[in-house]
Antibody, heavy 121, light 107 residues
Framework: QVHLVQSGAEVRKPGASVKVSCKTSGYTFTGHFMHWVRQAPGQGLEWMGY????????YYAETFQGRVTMTRDTSINTAYMELSSLKSDDTAVYYC??????????????WGPGTLVTVSS | DIQMTQSPSSLSASVGDRVTITCRASQTISKYLNWYQQKPGKAPTLLIY???GLQSGVPSRFVGSGSGTEFALTISSLQPEDFATYYCQQSYTLSYTFGQGTNLQIK
């Protein structure tokens, strides 16, 4: 059974950075892209980007380019998302989500439980 | 980026009703359209992939349709556990984008 476990809630001050982890089990970690999606309180879903755990290659949404870094550690089947220069409107739940597809259409299943990041002075 | 517009934004219905949520893309996306359900305080879950593919374990009352720019998610007979927020998502081009969500509430 595929399982994603994320790190716990974080509180940061504006201008700081945060790194969220997503530990996986139940499948071949390097076989599927991992995406990150965030959701501000009471708002919709916003796609941030993905990492190819096999190569380490990444693609970031333009909104986050220059502030987000996605990495992985294949020895422990874990993906990471680091967001820097935090602002109050970065307060959100951050989800990792596996891409099980192997073709051109890409979808997300399953999702991790989410990590609440609160940015407040 | 491709804009995804869902309608309605909110919807009230009763158990047993048939409801349809629509999703329109700002440009053609073929069948690169997926649907998710999200309940309060929980992560989204995949319902439909590639416009009409039913994800394993999802009840058959959930039906996806459409191609190009117009898509629909139909729930044939609402059950109490179906009251939630629904999102469409395109993967035709990067950056992937979601609709704004449809909040399905009990009447």
């Amino acid at each position: 059974q595929v399982h994603l476990v994320q790190s716990g809630a974080e509180v940061r001050k504006p201008g700081a950075s945060v790194k969220v982890s997503c530990k996986t089990s139940g499948y071949t970690f390097t076989g599927h892209f991992m995406h990150w999606v965030r959701q501000a309180p009471g708002q919709g879903l916003e796609w941030m980007g993905y990492i190819d755990p096999n190569s380490g290659g990444t693609y970031y949404a333009e909104t986050f380019q220059g502030r987000v870094t996605m990495t992985r550690d294949t020895s422990i089947n874990t993906a990471y998302m680091e967001l820097s220069s935090l602002k109050s409107d970065d307060t959100a739940v951050y989800y990792c989500a596996r891409d099980p597809s192997l073709g051109n259409n890409n979808w997300f299943d399953p999702w991790g439980p989410g990590t609440l990041v609160t940015v407040s002075s | 980026d491709i804009q995804m517009t869902q309608s309605p934004s909110s919807l009230s219905a009763s158990v047993g009703d048939r409801v349809t949520i629509t999703c329109r893309a700002s440009q053609t996306i073929s069948k690169y359209l997926n649907w998710y359900q999200q309940k309060p305080g929980k992560a989204p879950t995949l319902l439909i992939y590639s416009a009409s593919g039913l994800q394993s374990g999802v009840p058959s009352r959930f039906v996806g349709s459409g191609s190009g720019t117009e898509f629909a998610l139909t729930i044939s007979s609402l059950q109490p556990e179906d009251f939630a927020t629904y999102y469409c998502q395109q993967s035709y081009t990067l950056s992937y984008t979601f609709g704004q969500g449809t909040n399905l509430q009990i009447k």
